[in-house]
């Protein structure tokens, strides 16, 4: 009696491994899934930030284009408001990248 519930205890055993091996296998699956939709993910963020910074980048370089003559105009016709203004400017950057 006492051998047939060891063979029955070991049989219920290696069943529950059986069971245990396969969790793990689609755990793993399931895993290898998420990890390939989260890069997919992540792959779509970067492009779509990618085409969010060129876009923000054509309007920036087009508005200077646009505007580089009517700057040039007013430091022409007001230089010392012009070197007031750009030094102003320097100290205030200066003063904020400084800051820790």
């Known amino acids: 009696m006492a051998i047939w519930r060891r063979r029955s205890h070991a049989r219920n055993i290696e069943a529950r491994l059986g ?30 930030t990618n085409r969010a910074a060129e876009s923000a980048l054509d309007s920036a370089s087009e508005w200077t284009h646009d505007n580089i003559d009517s700057l040039q105009d007013s ?14 400017a320097g100290a205030l950057i200066g003063a904020l990248l400084s800051r820790r």
């Open 19 to 48: 069971a245990l091996r396969s969790d793990f296998l689609a755990l793993q699956k399931d895993i290898r899934g998420l990890a390939g939709a989260a890069s997919d993910a992540a792959s779509d963020v970067v492009h779509t």
């Open 75 to 88: 430091v022409r016709r007001q230089p010392l408001a012009a070197v007031i203004l750009f030094m102003s």
